[in-house]
């Protein structure tokens, strides 16, 4: 007989189709079973539609499945609130469910409490059934109800020994398509992507979504592309200010910047937002930037480099997880960019510690994901 952690894997690999859809709300995937048996499923695919167990006490409908008496497994604890859809417990008391078996407490205030609301009506409620994969799966929403910033990931391809690019500034491509998909995978998750303005003239990137794969569930926006560019280096001929491609582009700069480029960065549709510079540089503080995305309702920002700019962030101690693909070749050369710059540490106790390491096989490639220790949300 299956138990409850093989339904509710179900409900978060649901929940997980909606990857980068759904912000600023959860991902939330459900399943219905009836005498073990899945009779319905569903999962929150786009913020305004319809929650996960509105969606699957819907496909129960449609597939003209009794829910009375059923058990749902829900990856977040149901709402009990009035938001852009009526609160999900009444639609699991209307269903006719009689037990409830959720992953993680929703810590989002006006939310919570759906376990009690239910348990209230006579629904028998089990709390915490995988819950660690759960918050993992939403850790950029718990991040950003508890600091109100985004959760930032550290995003680079290196050789074996490190390097992002040979000494004569050789970096394209370091990494096999395997890995890079799966970089596009990483983009489709996010709210938005970060470069620096060297990076910007060298690659040129258009910093969208790309792979077919990666839009198998789909809907949403491609993230926001931002440039950290302190004094209006890079050119308004740049792929980063391609207005026909889908996506928004904010330029993070100082005061250093010419009127003159803001205006003309603006009048071909590209934000601008002037941040004073970090203590002792010439360059926008980075600390500032995260307070100014997280007002504007970003949970989540790719940095995708160079070194220069992943250093700066390492060293202020604003990263949350690193996404490494390494290749299994040696670049050497002292003059070689590392895939970490910045200024580093003293002692290797004061090192960056990863932990929740996930590592995977792509093709040739290692993929390394892990949370920096004590940052994990
Ligand atoms: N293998 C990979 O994963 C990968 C990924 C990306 C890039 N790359 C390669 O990396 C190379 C570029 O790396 P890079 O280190 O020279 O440049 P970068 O990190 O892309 O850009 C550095 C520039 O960003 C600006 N900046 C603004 N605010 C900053 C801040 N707080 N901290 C740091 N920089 C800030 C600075 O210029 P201003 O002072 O003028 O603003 C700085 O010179 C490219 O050749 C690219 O191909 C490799």
Redesign the pocket.
């Known amino acids: 007989m299956p138990t409850h952690d093989f339904y509710m894997q179900r409900a978060i690999e649901l929940a997980l189709r909606a990857s980068g859809n759904t912000s600023p709300n959860p991902l939330v995937g459900a399943v219905i079973v009836q005498q073990d048996r899945i009779i319905a499923e569903g999962w929150h695919q786009q913020a305004g539609l319809a929650h996960a167990e509105v969606a699957a006490i819907e496909n129960a409908k449609q597939k003209k499945e009794s829910t009375i008496g059923a058990t749902m497994y829900v990856s977040l604890e149901p709402c009990s609130h009035h938001g852009r859809t009526p609160p999900c417990t009444q639609a699991i008391v209307d269903a006719g469910i009689t037990t409830l078996v959720f992953a993680t407490s929703d810590t989002n205030q006006q939310a919570s409490g759906g376990g009690e609301v239910l348990e209230a009506a006579g629904v028998d409620v089990i709390a915490g059934v995988c819950e660690e994969r759960a918050r993992d799966a939403n850790r950029f929403f718990f991040h950003y109800l508890k600091h109100k910033t985004p959760f930032v990931i550290a995003?680079?391809?290196?050789s074996l020994d490190g390097k992002?690019?040979t000494h004569s500034?050789n970096?394209?491509w370091?990494?096999g398509t395997a890995a890079r998909n799966q970089g596009h995978m990483a983009r489709q998750a996010v709210d938005a992507i970060l470069?620096?303005?060297?990076?910007?003239?060298?690659?040129q990137?258009q910093l969208t979504v790309r792979y077919p794969e990666a839009f198998k569930h789909a809907t949403a926006a491609h993230p926001l592309r931002i440039?950290?560019?302190?004094?209006?280096?890079v050119p308004l001929d740049n792929a980063m200010f391609d207005a026909t491609l889908p996506a928004n582009t904010l330029v993070?700069?100082?005061s250093?910047m010419a009127t003159a480029h803001a205006e003309r960065l603006k009048a071909i549709g590209v934000e601008v937002v002037e941040l004073p510079c970090?203590a002792g540089?010439?360059?926008?503080?980075?600390k500032q930037?995260l307070n100014v995305l997280g007002e504007r309702g970003v949970q989540s920002l790719l940095i995708?480099?160079?070194?220069?700019?992943?250093?700066?962030?390492v060293d202020?101690q604003l990263i949350n997880e690193v996404w490494a693909?390494i290749a299994p070749m040696l670049i050497g050369g002292n003059h070689a960019?590392p895939?970490i710059?910045?200024v580093g540490v003293d002692e290797l106790s004061q090192a960056l510690r990863l932990h929740n390491l996930h590592v995977e096989q792509l093709d040739d490639d290692l993929f390394v994901r892990g949370t920096v220790v004590g940052c994990d949300e």
């Open positions: 995003k680079f391809a290196s992002t690019a500034g970096s394209q370091i990494t470069i620096g303005a060297q990076t910007a003239i060298d690659d990137p440039v950290l560019d302190s004094r209006g280096r993070v700069t100082t250093a970090a540089t010439n360059q926008p503080d980075l930037l995708e480099g160079g070194h220069s700019v992943l250093g700066s962030f202020n693909f960019a895939s710059g910045g």
